[in-house]
């Protein structure tokens, strides 16, 4: 089937949103779902293969694609594979993106309602970026900031169309793998990612927006993400630098049940000896003393359960001019700013943004990254699956190699978009 979306560390209590069939509450990833969205990329086509593997026997597919030929290639490639059945809807949109998970956060409501928040969108916070990338060069920053893609800020809306859902808006800037609901009214949010997004609000301003989201009655704040999430192309110390989000929490901080959390956490030897992954430490032991401490809405304890963090994956970049090379390899030197004096050229060593925590949840499985192949010790991965299996009992596991989507700042999670079923949840 084809069809056209357009055509169609303190805390804080507050309200929910609701309308006239009653109230609306952002769903957590680990509810029933009704279907799960994927994008298209031919240069990540093998990873987008072994999702829909993976994902396939236990949720409907929804295949969102820019137009008809982008539909074409990517049903050969599933054919190829003896992936494409008649399930799999296909979903046109010139303005689809690969990473759909940004598009749109769903919330239910009573009487089988289907809800999308509609953030707004800044293009992952580029004119944040563009001022620290050139300084007080006013006209550069600006040009930079146009490239912000301001149609785009229309899918959310776009995918309520489509689903039936009801619009229900917010005036924060925000993408959906930055927000992390337990679906009973508690939100984790990273300070730095929600300032970034939305500047001139203080952090007092934004948590009143975000209580005023559907059902959403308390906050609980952690102050930074990981070290290789940083925003677009960025030094992360020294020579490492890294292509991420700028802290999206689906990197670092999911909820496994309504009350339990996981924490991305390195390991004791790789913190010891690499700067990156010393970095990490710091910043989730400091998210560990908030969350360690914090309650839910109903003021319940927190559960939080350490995830290892795979070894961290890196390689050696050249900076180049873009012409030179791949979009997921291109490096220049003016993507940093002045004051870092690079050079076309010189040498950096990119980190992938690696983490086990980017995981998705369809239904009856987990579907997690698998990190062997790239350098992790097997009793690293081990310690995984076994916090894995006590948070999602009865739930398969599944790995993917997901590497050359980490490359370009995602993961599985992100490369999702989990539709809630209303029927079940409302």
Known sequence: MSASLLGACTTGVGGRGTDDDGTFRITADFETQAAMWLGWDAGLESFTLDLVNALQPF????????????????????????????????????????????????????????????????????PGWCAR??????????????????????????MAAHTGARVLPSRLAMEGGGVECNGRGLLIANEALWLGRNPGLDRTAIEAELLRLPGLRKVVWVPDGLAQDPLHRSTIVGPYVAWGTGGHTDEFVRFADARTVL??????????????ARLNRQRMQRCFEVLSTATDADGQPLRVLKVPLPKVVERRVF?????????????TADFFPASEKRRQGDP??????????????ANG??????????????????????????????????????????????????????????????
């Open 59 to 126: 949720v409907p597919l929804r295949l969102l694609v820019r137009d008809e030929a982008m539909a074409d290639t990517a049903r050969a490639a599933l054919q190829r594979r003896s992936l494409w059945n008649d399930s799999i809807r296909v979903m046109r949109d010139p303005l689809a993106s690969y990473f759909v998970r940004d598009i749109a956060v769903f919330a239910v409501a009573a009487r089988a309602r289907l809800g999308v928040v509609d953030f707004r969108w800044n293009q992952y916070g580029l």
């Open 133 to 158: 990338r050139h300084g007080g060069d006013a006209a550069r920053v600006a040009a930079c900031s146009a490239d912000v893609e301001t149609a785009r800020d229309g899918l959310d809306r776009a």
């Open 263 to 276: 924490l991305a956490w390195p390991e004791d030897s790789e913190a010891a000896v690499h700067p990156v």
């Open 319 to 331: 900076l180049s001019a873009a012409a030179d090379v791949a979009w997921s390899k291109e490096w």
């Open 348 to 361: 950096v060593m990119q980190v992938a943004s690696s983490s086990y925590l980017n995981f998705v949840v």
């Open 365 to 426: 499985v987990v579907v997690l990254p698998d990190y062997r192949p790239h350098g992790t010790p097997k009793a690293w991965q081990d310690r995984v699956v076994h916090t894995f299996e006590a948070a999602f009992p009865g739930r398969q596991l599944r790995f993917v190699d997901a590497i050359e989507a980490n490359w370009v700042g995602g993961g599985p999670h992100c490369a999702t978009l989990s539709e809630p079923r209303v029927d079940v949840l409302a």
